[in-house]
Nanobody, 120 residues
Framework: AQLEESGGGLVQPGGSLRLSCVASRFTYAIGWFRQAPGKERERVSYISSSDGRSWYADSVKGRFTISSDNAKNTVYLQMNRLKPEDTAVYYC?????????????????WGQGTQVTISS
């Protein structure tokens, strides 16, 4: 599957952005990851296409919301109350098989990434 991300940009602290990830075909889950300069990749959220399960990292819980439009093979990440520490390249990834945890190693396809910068 091919993935295409969009929606990144520059916003002020406290602002909002919505990222989109369009997959070329059905996959079992779509996850969002981010990587800031000099830091390890962090799993941000995922949503399961088969059972609707979602998961959030503690760092974004209550601020980010993941949703999907299965008819369009599209997943959205609504990011509110953004903080400077949310600055990173955000990647979406797709899993070709069902699993319980959807950790990074269980994703088979990755997008190119979209830059999110939070700065005043």
């Amino acid at each position: 599957a091919q993935l295409e991300e969009s929606g990144g940009g520059l916003v002020q602290p406290g602002g909002s952005l919505r990222l989109s990830c369009v997959a070329s075909r059905f996959t079992y889950a779509i996850g969002w990851f981010r990587q800031a300069p000099g830091k390890e990749r962090e799993r941000v959220s995922y949503i399961s296409s088969s059972d609707g399960r979602s998961w959030y990292a503690d760092s974004v819980k209550g601020r980010f919301t993941i949703s999907s439009d299965n008819a369009k093979n599209t997943v959205y990440l609504q990011m509110n109350r953004l903080k400077p520490e949310d600055t990173a390249v955000y990647y979406c990834a797709a899993a070709a098989a069902y699993t319980i945890t959807y950790v990074a190693s269980q994703y088979d396809y990755w997008g190119q990434g979209t830059q999110v910068t939070i700065s005043s």
